[in-house]
Nanobody, 123 residues
């Protein structure tokens, strides 16, 4: 089970940190990804990290502004979002695949999804 939280309303240029808490049988395994979705549009990849944290991936629009990290002792993954822009407004979801070594950019390879947390950036 995954739970994403930490969203909110901020102004452009400000920061937010999203958290993803994992629980259950596979909580301590596999990589974790963040995706986002705007109403009327498809969900898109934002960032992902492998279980070890050695490899991280970012979508082009967020490179240099967002940082993903994880704490495997607490089964937590974080998404630090800096210099937020109005176009970052979306519902953000965390997700986990059900295996190691998968392409973490591919949404179809994720099996577990959190409920989403709303991020709204005003101009």
């Amino acid at each position: 089970q995954l739970q994403a939280f930490g969203g909110g309303l901020v102004q452009a240029g400000e920061s937010l940190t999203l958290s993803c808490a994992a629980s259950g049988r596979d909580a301590s395994k596999y990589g974790t990804g963040w995706f986002r979705q705007v109403p009327g549009k498809e969900r898109e990849f934002v960032s992902a990290t492998t279980w070890s944290g050695r490899n991280s991936y970012y979508a082009e629009p967020v490179k240099g502004r967002f940082t993903i990290s994880r704490d495997n002792d607490d089964n937590m993954v974080y998404l630090q979002m800096n210099s937020l822009k109005p176009e970052d407004t979306a519902v953000y979801y965390c997700a986990k695949p059900q295996a190691y070594g998968v392409d973490l950019i591919q949404e179809a390879l994720y099996s577990y999804w959190g409920q989403g947390t709303q991020v709204t950036v005003s101009s």
